[in-house]
């Protein structure tokens, strides 16, 4: 059974740093893309910034480019959202998506698939101003 849990969630200042980390079981993390999402009260559910198995190839959202980084350890069987400089628009519950790699995805098509995929229950960043 495939589980993904998130942590590392809480209420930070603007301008603070949090870590954001999504712990996989059921399933090795080398032939999955994998995403962050959030999802703020009243508004969809929107890709954040993906990441393609070869980890090189990485996708981020206009709006977070430059101020946060994807990664992962496949030993680990782990990923991580390293988000800097937050902003109380940043405030959102957080979810990661692993999707298995297929010819015809990419980093940016798996960050516009809201449904489908393994999701976590998601963890919650609230930014203060």
């Known amino acids: 059974q495939v589980q993904l849990v998130e942590s590392g969630g809480g209420l930070v200042q603007s301008g603070g740093s949090l870590r954001l980390s999504c712990a996989a079981s059921?399933?090795?993390?080398?032939?999955?893309?994998i995403g962050w999402f959030r999802q703020a009260p009243g508004k969809e559910r929107e890709g954040v910034s993906c990441?393609?198995?070869?980890?090189?190839?990485?996708y981020y959202t206009d709006s977070v480019k430059g101020r946060f980084t994807v990664s992962r350890d496949n030993a680990k069987n782990t990923v991580y959202l390293q988000m800097n400089s937050l902003k109380p628009e940043d405030t959102a519950v957080y979810y990661c998506?692993?999707?298995?790699?297929?010819?015809?995805?990419?980093?940016?098509?798996?960050?516009?698939?809201?449904?489908?995929?393994?999701w976590g229950q998601g963890t919650q960043v609230t930014v203060s101003s």
């Open positions: 998506q692993l999707r298995r790699r297929v010819d015809s995805l990419t980093t940016q098509r798996m960050c516009a698939m809201t449904i489908g995929g393994y």
């Open positions: 059921g399933l090795t993390l080398d032939y999955y893309y």
């Open positions: 990441i393609g198995d070869n980890d090189a190839i990485t």
